[in-house]
């Protein structure tokens, strides 16, 4: 059963705009912190972004602060990366992710414990 369903990658030109989703499904399944990696062929999966579901807080990673903005609807259980000013090394199959418990927004791959099948992001022209 898929936990973390991520929808909304294509393809966007150098400098275009595109926001992905990822909703969290089952209905007891309701994590306080969700969060983006990326990833490309050959390299290790990459922190994007992390919020916390109901409290306020939000981490990023340098490579896309201010340009990248993630968003949560905790009543629908519902994250969204807002992804502007995209450059081609934003390139990537971009992961949802979810630990079992706790409220620490981590931007290391092994503290969280849920994780999406991914969605891809190309930045091309």
């Known amino acids: 059963q898929d936990r973390l369903i991520e929808s909304g990658g294509g393809l966007v030109p150098p400098g275009g705009s595109l926001t992905i989703s990822c909703a969290a499904s089952?209905?007891?399944?309701?994590?306080?912190?969700m969060a983006w990696f990326r990833q490309t062929p050959g390299k290790e999966r990459e922190f994007v972004a992390a919020?916390?579901?109901?409290?306020?807080?939000?981490l990023y990673a340098d490579s896309v602060r201010g340009r990248f903005t993630i968003i949560r609807d905790k009543t629908q259980k519902l994250m969204y990366l807002q992804m502007n000013y995209l450059k081609v090394d934003d390139t990537a199959v971009y992961y949802c992710a979810a630990p079992s418990f706790g409220t620490h927004m981590s931007d290391r791959p092994m503290q969280y414990d849920y994780w999406g099948r991914g969605t891809r992001v190309t930045v091309s022209s």
């Open positions: 919020i916390a579901m109901f409290n306020e807080g939000a």
């Open positions: 089952g209905g007891t399944f309701n994590p306080a912190v």
